[in-house]
């Protein structure tokens, strides 16, 4: 005892004595004067003494002021001057990869250190930390992987929980448990950062928290909708309008074919008075579709500013990295834009490996404008300063959730008023801007206040995992303790699904294969194809598959040449009758064409997105390593050392089979048609893009199917056909009673004898 006590008594002055000489060094004497400029920085005393008084602290503070950076060290800085440093443990969440090791970057920067002294960062698979670490920024998903070991938190002094306001599914379940957790701990202090955006509801959450404001500034930034830019951007609404009137549709593009904007009054209704035009939508909402067509636009408005505003950063809002990267495409071809060293045009996502923060966060050298192409991630987590000018696309990729169909699905979506104004904002740091909205006023008009809770769109099984992992009891119980609870039917759903999958037994505790799959932060669909994969030695397609699964499909459906790219879709399929199978085919020429250097020519002819293939090669390695990291196989012996059967495509389809049931459709024959049936919903089609499209007899009589849409009938998307032998063994858990005879027959089915871990996997 006394000799701990003597030693942290060291540490903490070995501490104080490090920060006090880091402090006088002269890069961190300069970054003290921009971070004294930063609202935050009045705000400190008061912030230090409200959280030293209150054990929950709500901050709202405008995007920027300096929360994120300045909030967790200004705790740091106090705790190792009041020698408190080697007792102090400062854990500070983010929603976003990306932004947890920005964050830590730059806090450790600012304090003069090297990232992973006082100051570190844990992201899934990826650390920098030391023992001398004593403010952690992770994310949001990492903390609740580190409450299954450490319910209580024990060693925690601090915790900062960041972007709150924006309702992540992950920040709403981990405060369930923080206010069970907090009469447990009542030394720990919790601070909940927010936007300005809904400070009251948290406060409330956790019987009336204190809140604390911390005032921003921003310039007054001028709006301008789709109707503004065009009249702007001087297009000749009206005689372009009379060319429109009684000429086909292919002699108004050839008519207005060099204009940039011209795309857009394919789906824009524009009334008749000039001048005082209001434009509608042709349809609805929906109908506005961020496609390649509004790329155009967005490249037309960049040149626009470029040509005829004043200096400053462009920051561009996306919803995915697919579309940032069409453009970078598209820019890189463009006569001003491309190919002359005026331009720094950077991408930001938020699943990008690295970012080089030099760049986004620097002012572009002189004679430069940057121009910066970014996904949502640019409206709160991470703040450009000399931005000047922002284009909005007013979408963003969300998921959504049907839980009388059981349908999701992740779309591009409108964005709510809130996040519109917050994208405006970022256009007015260090003088007055101009946002560009790229779509019209009513359509502003009809956007939702806000953005629906994530817990309330989104299926909940592998959040039902976790709360089974961390026992906190029956989960609809748990669940209804939320901010905003979910629909019981979502529940039950969920906690249905993991049943018939295996990972929980009837009396709803986790199974064996329960077990596993709560190690995996991944969905338990992908995380079951991925454990089954290996253990039946077919881990390299079962790698593809979950990637693709996981990610999304890389074939890419071009309106105008549909026939040639089904043709081409077959060809990968074979005989197999399965869209999975073409998948793992189709990328694995891809790396073979890769290997020969054939890379752009075969994604061309074969109708493949790079960018797809290329995010799924890497997650491929991410989802190996997080195997390995659960000691599923070992990363030295590689994924060949579990790839024995990887080339018999029976077996293949065996593992989809596990890994995607129960999406069964039974084939019937009526007649010379074929007629198909799901357990839920009843008949449902095979989607026109699917290779099983208007097969007339399956070889086999079952399909399994990795999505349904619902448009104007149920659709099945991506489909494989298997075997009533496949079905039998792999559909549902893998418990003696499911697989009936047993391992004996499993074995002669799929001639090979069962390894070890498979009857380890059943018998528990
Ligand atoms: P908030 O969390 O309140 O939105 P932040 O703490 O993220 O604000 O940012 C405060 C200021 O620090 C902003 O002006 C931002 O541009 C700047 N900043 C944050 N991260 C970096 C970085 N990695 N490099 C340079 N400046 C940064
Ligand atoms: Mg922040």
Redesign the pocket.
């Known amino acids: 005892e006394s000799t701990t006590y003597v030693d942290k008594q060291k540490l903490s002055f070995q501490l104080r004595d490090m920060q006090r000489s880091k402090k006088m060094m002269p890069s961190a004497r300069s970054m003290q004067s921009f971070r004294e400029k930063?609202p935050?920085f009045k705000a400190r005393e008061e912030f230090l003494k409200a959280v030293a008084a209150n054990q929950v602290l709500v901050i709202s503070?405008?995007?920027?002021?300096?929360?994120?950076?300045?909030l967790p060290q200004f705790i740091l800085e106090e705790e190792i001057d009041n020698l408190r440093g080697a007792d102090c443990s400062i854990i500070c969440t983010q929603p976003r990869r990306i932004s947890a090791i920005?964050?830590a970057?730059?806090v450790g920067s600012e304090r003069g250190e090297e990232l992973g002294e006082t100051v570190g960062y844990q992201i899934r698979l990826e650390s920098k930390r030391s023992t001398q670490t004593r403010l952690l920024f992770c994310t949001t998903g990492v903390l609740l992987r580190k409450l299954v070991q450490e319910p209580d938190l024990v060693g925690v002094s601090h915790l900062l929980v960041d972007e709150i306001h924006e309702r992540g599914m992950n920040e709403d379940f981990l405060i369930i448990i923080l206010r069970d957790l907090l009469p447990r701990r009542p030394d720990l202090r919790l601070v909940l950062m927010s936007a300005t955006i809904n400070a009251e509801l948290f406060s409330k959450y956790f019987g009336d928290a204190p809140i604390m404001h911390i005032p921003g500034f921003t310039f007054p930034v001028a709006e301008l909708f789709l109707e503004d830019i065009l009249e702007k951007t001087q297009y000749k609404i009206k005689s372009e309008r009379d060319n429109f009137q009684g000429n086909s549709r292919k002699k108004r593009l050839a008519s207005v074919k060099n204009d940039p904007l011209a795309d857009v009054f394919q789906d824009v209704d524009i009334n008749k008075e000039y001048g005082n035009y209001s434009i509608t939508t042709r349809q609805s909402l929906e109908a506005w579709s961020v496609t390649e067509l509004d790329l155009s636009l967005v490249e037309g408005t960049i040149e626009y500013i470029c040509r005829h505003e004043g200096e400053g950063a462009i920051l561009v809002f996306l919803t995915g990295w697919d579309e940032i990267s069409k453009l970078l495409d598209k820019i890189k071809g463009n006569n001003l834009l491309g190919n002359s060293n005026k331009f720094l045009v950077l991408p930001l996502h938020g699943s990008m490996p690295t970012v080089n923060?030099r760049e986004i966060?620097d002012r572009a050298p002189a004679n430069m404008r940057k121009i910066v192409l970014a996904t949502n991630i640019a409206e709160?987590s991470?703040?450009?300063?000399d931005v000047v000018y922002v284009i909005d696309c007013g979408k963003a990729k969300e998921t959504s959730y049907d839980a009388l169909n059981k349908l999701a699905c992740l779309l591009p979506s409108w964005i709510s008023k809130a996040s519109a104004h917050q994208r405006r904002g970022r256009a007015g740091?260090v003088q007055p801007g101009v946002c560009y909205r790229l779509y019209p006023k009513v359509i502003h008009d009809a956007m939702p206040q806000f953005q629906l809770p994530e817990i309330l769109r989104t299926p909940l099984q592998e959040l039902c995992l976790t709360i089974k992992s961390l026992q906190l009891g029956a989960v609809a119980s748990f669940l209804a303790k939320s901010l905003q609870p979910p629909d019981p039917l979502s529940v039950k759903n969920a906690i249905e699904l993991l049943k018939t999958i295996g990972a929980l037994d009837d009396l709803e505790e986790l199974t064996y294969l329960g077990r596993h799959l709560c190690t995996l932060p991944l969905d338990p669909n992908i995380g079951k194809m991925l454990l089954i994969g290996s253990v039946f030695q077919c881990l390299d397609p079962a790698l593809t598959i979950a990637a693709a699964l996981a990610y999304r499909n890389p074939f890419v459906l071009p309106i105008d040449r549909k026939e040639e790219a089904d043709a081409v879709k077959r060809s990968f399929a074979g005989d197999s009758c399965s869209d999975h199978i073409a998948l793992l085919k189709a990328f694995e020429a891809w790396k073979e064409a890769k290997r020969s250097g054939r890379e752009r020519s075969f994604c061309w002819e074969n109708f493949l997105s790079p960018m797809t293939l290329k995010m799924m090669d890497d997650m491929r390695n991410q989802f190996f390593d997080l195997l390995s990291d659960i000691g599923f196989v070992s990363k030295t012996r590689g994924v060949k050392a579990y790839n024995h059967y990887g080339k018999d495509l029976e077996m293949v389809s065996a593992v989809l089979c596990a890994g995607l049931y129960p999406n069964v459709i039974q084939c019937k024959r009526r007649g010379k048609r074929t007629a198909f049936y799901t357990k839920d919903v009843g008949k449902v089609d095979i989607h026109p893009s699917s290779v099983n499209a208007g097969v007339q007899q399956f070889p086999l009589p079952y399909l399994v199917y990795s999505e349904k849409v619902k448009t104007a009938s149920i659709y099945v998307r991506d489909s494989t056909n298997i075997s009533d032998y496949a079905l039998l063994l792999f559909g549902g858990s893998l418990s003696p009673s499911n697989t009936g005879e047993g391992i004996e027959m499993l074995a002669g089915y799929l001639h090979f004898s069962a390894p070890k871990r498979i009857i380890e996997l059943i018998q528990c």
């Open positions: 930063l935050a503070g405008e995007t920027g002021c300096g929360k994120t950076t300045q920005s964050v970057a730059r923060q966060f709160s991470i703040t450009i300063d740091r």
